[in-house]
């Protein structure tokens, strides 16, 4: 956590690709990684998280994986579709472990 | 619904005045995090409570203040008001306040200052 970089700022696929929106975090002793969602004019819905015991987690069509030695993470999107166009923000805990720091989030847009 | 709620949800007002934000968090959960979303600064973390009490600082300015309610709902304080300051402001909740738990935001209030 602390201080959480996010690339790439904007991605645009076709319907049906896939997309891959990486993290990077500075706190070593950082262990919960959720993503969130942000559709226009609503707050950032939780869509997936990874704890630092595992390397990878599924749900459907997105999944996360991480990589701790390198303190990174990445979200991907299979088979996307347009009702997945928004902003995506992943997250890490701050240094003190009580609150979330934001990446500067990336604007996905899948055209039909 | 994430079952956290802000009001108002939209508010104008003019340079140097005082508002006051809302937050009731979700049922359960007794920490409650304000943060800041302006366009080019993406979701800046400003203060935590938890159970009343603050528990972490982050970017937040002198002229902005929050508490947190015996009933657990918190205010979020901004005066006088400059034209930067006009942005959306989200309040989240989670159960324990760890930073290692699910945080469930609101729908936020937008902040216009003419």
């Known amino acids: 956590g602390e201080n959480v970089e996010q690339h790439p700022s904007t991605l645009s696929v076709q319907e049906g690709d896939s997309a891959v929106i990486k993290c990077t975090y500075s706190?070593?002793?950082?262990?919960?990684f959720p993503w969130y969602k942000q559709e226009l004019g609503k707050g950032p819905q939780l869509i997936i998280d990874?704890?630092?015991?595992?390397g990878e987690k599924k749900d459907q069509r997105i999944a996360v994986t991480l990589n701790k030695t390198a303190k990174h993470f990445s979200l991907h999107i299979t088979e996307t579709q347009p009702e997945d166009s928004a902003v995506y923000f992943c997250?890490?805990?701050?240094?003190?472990?009580?609150?979330?720091?934001f990446g500067k989030g990336t604007t996905l847009s899948v055209s039909s | 619904d994430s079952g956290v709620t802000q009001t108002p949800k939209h508010l104008i007002t003019a340079t140097g005045q005082r508002v006051t934000l809302r937050c009731s968090p979700r049922?359960?959960?007794?920490?409650v995090y304000w943060y800041q979303q302006s366009l080019d600064q993406g979701l800046q973390f400003l203060i935590q409570y938890y159970n009343g009490e603050e528990r972490a600082k982050g970017n937040i300015l002198e002229r902005f203040s929050a508490q947190q309610f015996p009933d657990l709902h918190s205010e979020l304080n901004l005066s006088s008001l400059e034209l930067g300051d006009s942005a959306l402001y989200f309040c989240a909740s989670s159960v324990d306040g760890t930073g290692n738990t699910e945080a469930f935001f609101g729908q936020g209030t937008r902040l216009t200052v003419v």
């Open positions: 049922s359960g959960d007794l920490s």
């Open positions: 990874i704890r630092s015991n595992v």
């Open positions: 706190d070593s002793a950082s262990n919960y």
């Open positions: 997250a890490a805990p701050n240094q003190a472990g009580t609150a979330l720091i």
